[in-house]
């Protein structure tokens, strides 16, 4: 079973607080993933908005997609309390998205490559809602020693998924941080 980060009494903090803001730096990754304003992007596992909040300024419209209830609603609260109005939380599964097929620009697959159960699948889902040549970027930790994150034996190499992508996509760019790595990724 792959490691899945559970929400505990301290996951706002661990996904919202300064150690992962330095780690993970917003003014880096998200400008790297050629985001239009015209864009209908999907935040797969988006946890509490880290990323589709930010993204939701650039673009048309972010679908949060997120399986645990907890963080949706906390993603619901910011959602409200910031009068985001083109950021949709939905409760739904990585591997059965609850998307219509060529309906979006730009899938986020951000932290939850490790954690999907069949990474094929979730490949697959991706290609399937995004439009001809629509882009997917992953993101996720290095199989190394970090501060923070998953066991080493639960993180996958950027070449794995790269590998795993072969057919469905062609690479784009990748970024390589400290914590993290970032493939941006066309459909084929």
Do not use: W
């Not at 490790?114 to 094929?120: C, N, R």
């Not at 034996?153 to 990748?174: C, H, I, N, W, Y």
Request: proline fraction near 7%.
């Amino acid at each position: 079973m792959p490691h899945r980060m559970e929400p505990r009494d301290d996951f706002v903090e661990r996904l919202e607080g300064p150690d992962r803001a330095a780690a993970l730096p917003l003014d880096r990754i998200i400008p790297s993933m050629s985001l239009s304003s015209s864009d209908t992007v999907v935040d797969v596992g988006s946890g509490t908005g880290y990323f589709s909040l930010p993204m939701s300024r650039l673009v048309r419209r972010v679908v949060a997609l997120d399986l645990e209830p907890k963080m949706l609603r906390h993603l619901s609260g910011r959602v409200r309390n910031e009068g985001v109005e083109n950021a949709e939380p939905v409760q739904a599964d990585a591997l059965a998205l609850p998307i219509a097929s060529a309906a979006a620009d730009h899938v986020l697959a951000a932290f939850i490559y490790h954690e999907v159960q069949d990474p094929a699948s979730l490949l697959r889902e991706c290609a399937r809602v995004l439009v001809p040549s629509g882009r997917l970027t992953v993101i996720d930790f290095q199989k190394r020693e970090t501060a923070f994150g998953p066991p080493l034996r639960d993180r996958v190499t950027p070449e794995e998924v790269v590998k795993a992508a072969q057919g469905l996509f062609a690479v784009v760019s990748s970024v390589d941080g400290e914590v993290y790595y970032q493939i941006e990724l066309a459909k084929a």
